[in-house]
């Protein structure tokens, strides 16, 4: 049986968050999750944005922890080697009606101290974005809306975590939580029972089945699926910034963006599901995205897109950001109502969440020797010449391109494999390093990868999966 101080449920951006914070302090942490890699199931599957805040409820927790999350990126992403960019979104007014709500838009945004939020012009905005409907009649500008890689976010906070004495168990599924004497002493999960001082439910989706085993479930999660759109990085039409539609009470609202690494990204949907698994798009809530899109911006290409995906928010019933702890409960800290902000505001529910422990009574000892840089896998196609030179001297693999579309090379593949979270699959691949995230989608690298998996795994080629265990790439052999 495993023993730690603190045992973390969910290895999506809030529970890699809490885990990497906690390990500033002398404790032993543990993160567990059912999947086979870090990133949960709406952490690698959203919008890639770093809000501001200026359009939550003022007053609410959500608030005040994406606001203070907002500025702390700048720092953290030099310090954990995460590509982010700090682009700005626009939000326009096509309509009459759109153009009567920035007022009140803007005051929301003051209430929730973002103030650098500013009007601009039909003419400013056309300036700015020149593929924006011409009938806009002016609009907001949001310089700290920013754009982040969300793979590589989710992925360098478990690293440096690591770095600091965290243990990630992955395939670790918590089938239930034992509680003596009015407190949490042990989680059962398939892989054994694992003691614990302290249990943080960060579970996301599943956040509200956790809660069910110490009997807390006062909410269930309801599922908002969102498709989107990724669009060709030769696409014909593309915007300099994020440009957001007016919002609503259920969504933010179908977007356009940049990515950090040049596509554009069309969605999402807001569509309220039972299911916790389907993450499949239709036809019509794709056709929604070109309708209201192009509503925006009339010139979109949707006809260059190179995939669609979906990914589901963790919609809380009643709706709220809570993080809770119970009289009658000790060791429990529960967490549910992460949203469309969950990606952003993760670093502040990890301090937020640190504070909660030490109100509780755990011995927070300030670690002096907390690492806190990390230094990411080369990305071969961003160095100069003389580098990738360099490079290839150091390590021959990085001489063989794998990912024409990406230029991922075999050094980087094999680098994943060993990082200290490694890549196992096919997806974990994709999302470190964007080998099958190309134009062809894995058309031409694909079965090179299959193979440098098999080899440096040391597994048949028709064990190595997708994901999740027994989604074979390789289903037998045909001679």
């Not at 579970?203 to 989107?228: I, N, S, W």
């Not at 950090?260 to 069309?266: Q, T």
């Not at 499949?280 to 925006?296: E, F, H, P, Q």
Request: charged letters at 25%.
């Amino acid at each position: 049986m495993l023993k730690t101080d603190v045992l973390v449920i969910g290895a999506g951006a809030v529970g890699t968050a809490i885990t990497r914070e906690l390990t500033k302090y002398k404790l032993d942490v543990i993160c567990v999750d059912k999947n086979d890699d870090v990133g949960g199931d709406c952490s690698k599957s959203n919008s890639a944005i770093i809000h501001t805040g200026y359009d939550a409820s003022p007053g609410t927790l959500e608030s005040e922890l994406v606001v203070a999350a907002n500025p702390r990126y700048d720092q953290l992403c030099e310090d954990l080697d995460i590509p982010f960019s700090r682009i700005g979104a626009i939000l326009p007014a096509i309509t009459d009606e759109q153009f009567a709500q920035l007022p009140a838009i803007k005051e929301k945004a003051l209430k929730n101290r973002v103030y650098d939020i500013e009007y601009r012009s039909k003419e400013q905005l056309l300036e700015m974005e020149p593929e924006l409907n011409p009938d806009v009649k002016g609009g907001l500008w949001i310089p700290r809306e920013s754009i982040i890689d969300p793979f590589l976010f989710v992925v360098a906070m478990a690293e440096n975590a690591v770095a600091n004495g965290a243990r990630f168990l992955l395939e670790t599924e918590v089938t239930g939580i034992d509680v003596e004497d009015g407190k949490v002493v042990r989680a059962k999960t398939t892989a054994g029972d694992i003691e614990a001082k302290y249990i943080i439910n960060a579970a996301g989706l599943h956040c509200d089945e956790v809660a069910d085993m110490v009997g807390k479930a006062d909410y269930t999660v309801v599922p908002r699926k969102g498709q989107f759109y990724i669009l060709d990085k030769n696409t014909s039409c593309k915007v300099n910034h994020i440009v957001l539609p007016i919002p609503t009470k259920v969504t933010k609202g179908k977007l356009m963006t940049p990515t950090m690494h040049g596509n554009m990204l069309v969605g999402p949907t807001a569509e309220d599901q039972l299911d916790k698994k389907d993450k499949s798009t239709n036809a019509a809530g794709l056709a929604s995205i070109r309708d209201d899109v192009s509503k925006l911006i009339p010139n979109v290409q949707l006809r260059d897109t190179i995939t669609q995906y979906s990914g589901l928010r963790a919609n809380r019933n009643p709706e709220g950001l809570r993080i809770d702890v119970y009289d009658d409960l000790g060791g429990y800290i529960n967490l549910s109502g992460v949203r469309s902000t969950g990606l952003t505001n993760s670093v502040s529910i990890g301090t937020y969440v640190a504070d909660l422990m030490k109100k509780m009574g755990a011995e927070m000892v300030w670690k002096d020797n907390f690492i806190t840089k990390r230094k990411g896998i080369a990305r071969f196609h961003e160095l100069s010449l003389e580098e990738q030179e360099e490079l290839i001297k150091k390590n021959p693999l990085y001489g063989n391109i794998v990912c024409r579309c990406e230029t991922v090379t075999e050094g980087e593949i094999v680098d994943a494999i060993h990082a200290p979270i490694p890549a196992r699959s096919m997806d974990a691949i994709k999302r470190r390093l964007r080998a099958g995230m190309g134009r062809c989608q894995g058309g031409f690298c694909g079965p090179k990868v299959i193979e440098i998996l098999s080899r440096e795994l040391g597994i048949p080629t028709e064990q190595v999966c997708k994901n999740n265990k027994q989604s074979y790439m390789i289903c037998g052999k045909v001679k």
